[in-house]
Nanobody
Framework: QVQLVESGGGLVQAGGSLRPFCAATEQTLSTHAMGWVRQARGKEREIVAAINWSGGSTYYADSVKGRFTISRDNAKNTVYLQMNSLKPEDTAVYYC??????????????????WGQGTQVTVSS
């Protein structure tokens, strides 16, 4: 069982930046594929970004490509999501997720096994 805790969300104006992060409380994250998934009010969860176990491979949804960067520091058991040039449509609860078995990229939200509690990101226009 992996327990994940997110932090770093908040309220920002359009064009601003945030850097939420996710830490594992007890177990190591270093062998797990990780991802950030968001859910806006009234919408389904959608994958935003994914990263493999080493950090050498990443994936981004078209809607955030060029603006968001996912990274990880396995020594600190932490995964980051640098969000730049934020838009009002980025407003959502952002969840950190881990896959139990895969070390590669996991592209679909439904594939993840462990989830954090979520952190709210609100972008005002």
């Amino acid at each position: 069982q992996v327990q994940l805790v997110e932090s770093g969300g908040g309220l920002v104006q359009a064009g601003g930046s945030l850097r939420p992060f996710c830490a594992a409380t007890e177990q190591t994250l270093s062998t797990h594929a990780m991802g950030w998934v968001r859910q806006a009010r009234g919408k389904e969860r959608e994958i935003v970004a994914a990263i493999n176990w080493s950090g050498g491979s990443t994936y981004y949804a078209d809607s955030v490509k060029g603006r968001f960067t996912i990274s990880r520091d396995n020594a600190k058991n932490t995964v980051y999501l640098q969000m730049n040039s934020l838009k009002p449509e980025d407003t959502a609860v952002y969840y950190c997720a881990a896959d139990r078995n895969s070390r590669g990229l996991v592209y679909y939200a439904v594939q993840y096994d462990y989830w954090g509690q979520g952190t709210q990101v609100t972008v005002s226009s």
